[in-house]
């Protein structure tokens, strides 16, 4: 059984920055694509990153592309996204995926930028 705990969502200003992590537990972390989707109010599921198992390749949406990066330890089991440039349009709530055979969803972190 796998577990995905995200952590570091909250409240900030447009231009402000955020760092969203997930720590996954109970399987070879190391083995497995991991990623990062977000739900605004109202909308559909959104990717916005995604790493390989290594960390040498990275997919990003569109919107999120020079602000956004995405990375990963392995060593702690953990994936990370720190987002930068923030704009209101990325208030979300933001879930943490990986595959381990089957898809796995963290609880999800509410990201709000306004001012």
């Known amino acids: 059984q796998v577990q995905l705990v995200e952590s570091g969502g909250g409240s900030v200003q447009p231009g402000g920055s955020l760092r969203l992590s997930c720590a996954a537990s109970?399987?070879?972390?190391?083995?497995?694509?991991m990623a990062w989707y977000r739900q605004a109010s109202g909308k559909q599921r959104e990717l916005v990153a995604r790493?390989?198992?290594?960390?040498?390749?990275?997919v990003y949406a569109d919107s999120v592309k020079g602000r956004f990066t995405i990375s990963r330890d392995n060593a702690k089991n953990t994936v990370y996204l720190q987002m930068n440039s923030l704009k209101p349009e990325d208030t979300a709530i933001y879930y943490c995926y990986g595959w381990f055979g089957e898809n796995y969803w963290g609880q999800g972190t509410q990201v709000t930028v306004s001012s």
């Open positions: 109970g399987s070879a972390f190391r083995n497995n694509i």
């Open positions: 790493i390989t198992a290594g960390g040498g390749n990275t």
